[in-house]
């Protein structure tokens, strides 16, 4: 018997919204930092302001709302409870679509985008990875990027998809990419924001000036960026303490990354408050730092193999000016060996459907367009929800 698919409908007691405000008005602050930029992290009267504004005019129930107009389930997978969103598309030849966050994202960065992906012929299906968001949070260890893309499998499959497309961001593109490796025959294709790829070395003494920029701002990440991801990766029951109990720790280590890894001002207080709070609420600053102890070290080696592992899935890479990293198309081509579709952007960020939803919508219809019609239907079949 088929596993229970249930529906669900984000309803926060209005008690836990209390809690955060009086957590908020309660805190007690640090001196200020002795620079004048970012350099030292969040600056004080920043993050006093966005606090001040979190607590007394943010609108939580208007996020609800949007969250609830967009059908949303819960269903068991090896153990866990995944939470995702399921838009369905008019189109008959609608192509089924798992997208992936990562951290320090959410579902909420697919909002904006839902709505014209399912115009554009996708049914849309976008989880919470376990211990992010409405997911339940891993009890035990296993459960990093190759147990996610199995069970995002098996909720494609228990949606009645036979075929289906994957695509993603941070953590996202390094789900997608091994959803490519465990469960080619159904995928369509992935799309990723940026293809993970190691620069090679035999290019080394012919680097273009793209080239240069990108091993540049590696090497800057290196020394400037990098902490938090040593923390998650070895700590993150460590650091989980203050990011759950704290509304203030978690802003500041959360919103440092948007500000650095954002392309300018494309995102409000609102959006960086309404992401935030998928965080807050359901207490998730371990358990979603948690991935990191699990997977980081895979994911690194995907940049020190002297032979990279080799992805044969159509591929569409699309590449904005303020992601890191930024593969080359030749760097890209040693590791997936069918790219279609391959786009430089001239703005966005890290954060590509939340900050620019019509590029981000624009890259997926063009890529999928070219394999949409290929191989088996990609009709629901026995679709349940």
Known sequence: MPAAIHPLVVAIPEADLDDLRNRLRRTRWPE?????????????????ELCRYWAEDYDWRATEARLNAVPQFRTEINGLNIHFLHARSPRPDALPLVLTHGWPGSVVEYLKVVGPLTEAGFHVVVPSLPGYGFS??????????????????????????????????????SVSTVLAQRDPAHLAGIHLVPPLAAPDP??????????????ADLERAQRTEDGYSLEHSTRPQTVGY???DSPVALCAWIVEKFHSWSDG????????LDNLMLYWLPGTGASSARLYWESF???QQWFTRATPDVIRVPTGCSIFPKENPRASRRWAERRFTDIRHWNELDRGGHFAAFEQPELFTAELVA??????GQGTSSGPANVVT
Request: overall charge negative; glycine content about 10%; cysteine-free.
């Open 367 to 372: 890529f999928f367009d070219l394999v949409r």
């Open 242 to 244: 203050g990011l759950v």
């Open 136 to 173: 339940d949070k891993p009890g035990r260890t296993g459960w990093g990027i190759e147990a996610v893309a199995d069970a995002w499998a098996q909720l494609m499959a228990r949606l009645g998809y036979p075929r289906y497309g994957a695509a993603g961001s941070d953590w996202g593109t």
């Open 32 to 48: 200020p930092e002795t620079v004048d930029d970012w350099s030292q992290g969040v600056p004080l009267d920043y993050l006093r």
């Open 265 to 272: 001002d494309a995102l409000s207080r609102d959006d960086l």
């Open 297 to 299: 070290a895979t994911v």
């Open 202 to 215: 035999a290019t080394f003494d012919d680097l273009t000036p793209a080239e240069r920029a990108a091993l």
